[in-house]
Structure formats: C-alpha cells, structure tokens
C-alpha cells in the first residue's frame, strides 16, 4: 500500500483572514510516512502573525489518474 504525508501549513496574520496550504508527499509505506510527520509538525509566533504546521499519514487511493495534483 502507498500513503502520503498531507501536510497543512496555516498562516495567521492580524486583521487578515487566514491563510492554509496544503503539500502531500508520497510515501511506500506506513512507517516511513509516520516518521516524517513526527518531524513536520511545529509552529512559529511572531508580533502579528502565526505559522502552524498540521500533518497526517493518508491512504493514498488508487486512481490511476493524477486529475487532482497540481504543480
């Protein structure tokens, strides 16, 4: 089975409305999918703003076609 690493980095800026993107990485197995989110998850205040990261270990499905990928 594949997995991949969803990864959700939120930007909060005063008087602004949030900011959220989202990166997905493969990965062959579970584990190794795992130990990579353990190193991901972290956040950065600073006066005005804040930077959060969100991960999670997905089952990737298999479509054989990549329609909803973006570059």
Do not use: H, W
């Not at 993107?21 to 579970?30: D, S, T």
């Not at 130990?35 to 089952?59: Q, W």
């Amino acid at each position: 089975m594949k997995y991949v690493l969803l990864i959700v980095l939120t930007i909060n800026i005063t008087n602004q409305d949030s900011k959220d993107i989202e990166l997905r990485i493969p990965y062959e197995n579970k584990e190794e999918c795992l130990k990579a989110s353990k190193k991901i998850d972290f956040s950065f205040k600073f006066p005005g703003k804040n930077i959060t990261t969100k991960s999670e270990c997905i089952l990737k499905e298999d479509n054989n076609s990549d329609e909803n990928i973006e570059t």
